[in-house]
């Protein structure tokens, strides 16, 4: 069993920057690709970003988050982060982290653990 928990959301300018943090339980975190989604208000939830388990060489982006976005794992702390650069106001919503074992997959289905999410909102 893998519990996540986020954190670092939070309320940002257009052109700003957060960090998100997903911390892990569990003794097998490298074992697991992780995932960031998110889901605005009324809307589906849609991937953001995954990161390979092990240790993280592959990375996959959507592409509204390239270049602005970048998803990393530190397997010694069992987190997973996402560095958000020049955020524009259409990136408000609850982001969530996903874990699963092995494969990372752009699928949100296809995870089998989640976090609680946490709230980031850009003003414009």
């Known amino acids: 069993q893998v519990q996540l928990v986020e954190s670092g959301g939070g309320l940002v300018q257009a052109g700003g920057s957060l960090r998100l943090s997903c911390a892990a339980s569990?003794?097998?975190?490298?074992?697991?690709?992780m995932g960031w989604f998110r889901q605005a208000p009324g809307k589906e939830r849609e991937f953001v970003a995954a990161?390979?388990?092990?240790?993280?060489?592959?990375?996959y982006y959507a592409d509204s988050v390239k270049g602005r976005f970048t998803i990393s794992r530190d397997n010694a702390k069992k987190t997973v982060y996402l560095q958000m650069n020049n955020l524009k106001p259409e990136d408000t919503a609850a982001y969530y982290c996903?874990?699963?074992?092995?494969?990372?997959?752009?699928?949100?289905?296809?995870?089998?653990?989640w976090g609680q999410g946490t709230q980031v909102t850009v003003s414009s």
């Open positions: 996903a874990g699963r074992p092995y494969t990372a997959t752009t699928e949100g289905n296809l995870y089998d653990y």
């Open positions: 569990g003794r097998t975190f490298s074992s697991y690709a």
């Open positions: 990161i390979s388990w092990r240790d993280g060489s592959k990375t």
